[in-house]
């Protein structure tokens, strides 16, 4: 079992040995000190994905940096040389500070929102490449209101009609 982990400004990965008990932390010194949703943890064909970002949901830059995906191969207790992919460096936006959705991995696809803190955002889509990320299309979303939280891809397969993608996003208001 694999979970993400924080403390101060430290972030983990945890991987567990359910049948011993045994547990092993490794830090992820790239991105201490950015912000990420530890529900947001993703697992696809051993190797493991969580998203971070610099830019609090309602405003302010939490770290220096940019939003992205950190890419780690597992195995059992193991950990991985990890790899960084910079959000903004894929998409060719030097300015992009953002909140992110979890990566969403299926069929060697991978899909994230990338909420923009001016209130735009993004919706990312990825070719997977020997297990990293590599972007190939770019959708504007253009609801200036848009915060994002979590999302959801269906990804329907219709014999005549190819692949359809839908993208459903949680909108986050801010409480005052």
């Known amino acids: 079992m694999y979970y993400f982990s924080a403390m101060s400004s430290s972030r983990f990965f945890v991987a567990v040995d359910l049948a011993t008990g045994e547990s092993i932390s490794y830090q992820l010194s790239a991105v201490n000190g950015f912000l990420a949703d530890d529900g947001w943890l993703t697992y696809y064909d051993g190797w493991l994905y969580q998203t971070f970002y610099t830019g609090a949901l309602f405003g302010g830059v939490q770290a220096a940096g940019h939003a992205g995906v950190l890419c780690v191969p ?77 999302m959801i891809v269906n990804t329907e397969d219709d014999a005549n009609l190819g692949v359809e993608v839908k993208d459903y996003v949680a909108k986050v208001e801010e409480e005052v």
């Open 74 to 150: 597992v195995d059992g207790l193991s950990f991985g040389e990890p790899v960084f992919v910079d959000f903004a460096k894929e998409a060719n936006m030097p300015t992009l500070v953002a909140a992110t959705s979890k990566l969403v991995i299926q069929n060697d696809r991978a899909y994230a929102n990338v909420s923009v803190l001016s209130g735009s955002g993004y919706f990312l889509v990825f070719d997977m490449v020997d297990h990293i990320p590599v972007l190939s299309d770019i959708i504007d979303i253009v609801d200036d209101d848009i915060k994002v939280d979590d």
